[in-house]
């Protein structure tokens, strides 16, 4: 019974900022569970190639959408060539993100914009393109990828928290009001995964600030361990479950 829940054949689905690290991971578990995955970063380039070809391996349809989501009217474009490619995005999975670490008294009014524009706004704006079809069809998933930074936040990264902060409230909004039309509307944070951003350097933390940062289970997390999330989220078997915030965090938002 689980398994036909999980089963995503015939589903479309479009995983932004998905060329690497948790993005990837979710393209290749949606894909490996029979959906369709568009594959999407800023350029479009070979990384993301790379990705649909792996995609294309598991025996589903694959293809690479390139948009710059910082760019003016990038969720129309996004959107236009998501139906091109592919008539109709069932699962939609915002993950791409713009984290710029700075301390609090030294962030710019242009590294706050850029933040919430990609992080927030863009968020924003995907759903209110893919959110209708979904909602006409009867079917729908919309993901969005948060941070464990919501519950406790670096404090080098106060604009970065607060648009996932953001984010999140916008689910609960959202997921209210799409639950009569089968859309679900989640927001899964992870803590720290082991991905190239996590190699990102940031501003030296207090110590008495870094001790409460601690992960309880004692190491950081691998991308596959959000990618089983967002399947079981994105599929049949999280049908029930709406406007959540799930942590896979290995403890650290407690």
């Not at 009014?109 to 863009?122: G, I, M, P, T």
């Not at 959110?131 to 604009?159: F, Y």
């Not at 008495?208 to 950081?220: E, T």
Request: glycine share 8%; charged share 20%; net charge neutral.
């Amino acid at each position: 019974m689980i398994k036909e829940l999980l089963n995503l054949t015939g589903k479309n689905a479009l995983v932004t900022g998905s060329s690497q690290g948790i993005g990837q991971a979710i393209a290749l578990a949606l894909a490996e569970f029979g959906a369709n995955v568009l594959i999407h970063n800023r350029k479009g380039d070979a990384e993301a190639k790379d990705v649909a070809k792996q995609v294309r391996k598991k025996g589903v349809r694959s293809q690479v959408v390139g948009v710059d989501l910082l760019q003016k009217g990038a969720a129309d474009k996004l959107y236009k060539k998501a139906i091109d490619a592919f008539e109709s995005v069932d699962i939609l999975v915002t993950n791409a993100s713009v984290q710029l670490p700075v301390d609090w008294d030294d962030t710019t009014s242009e590294e706050f914009d850029r933040q919430v524009n990609a992080n927030w706004k863009s968020t924003l704006l995907l759903m209110q393109r893919f959110a209708p079809d979904m909602a006409e069809r009867g079917w729908g998933r919309i993901l969005t990828i948060g941070s464990v930074q919501e519950e406790k936040p670096h404090p080098a990264m106060i604009v970065y928290a607060g648009t996932k902060a953001a984010v999140a409230n916008t689910v609960r909004n959202l997921a209210l009001q799409l639950a009569d039309k089968n859309v679900t509307v989640n927001n899964l944070s992870p803590g720290v995964i082991n991905t190239p951003r996590i190699d990102e350097p940031t501003p030296p933390v207090p110590k008495r600030i870094s001790d409460r940062m601690n992960i309880p289970v004692g190491s950081a997390g691998q991308p596959e361990d959000v990618a089983s999330m967002a399947l079981l989220l994105c599929s049949d078997a999280g049908r029930y479950v709406t406007g959540q915030t799930i942590f896979v965090d290995g403890g650290m938002s407690l």
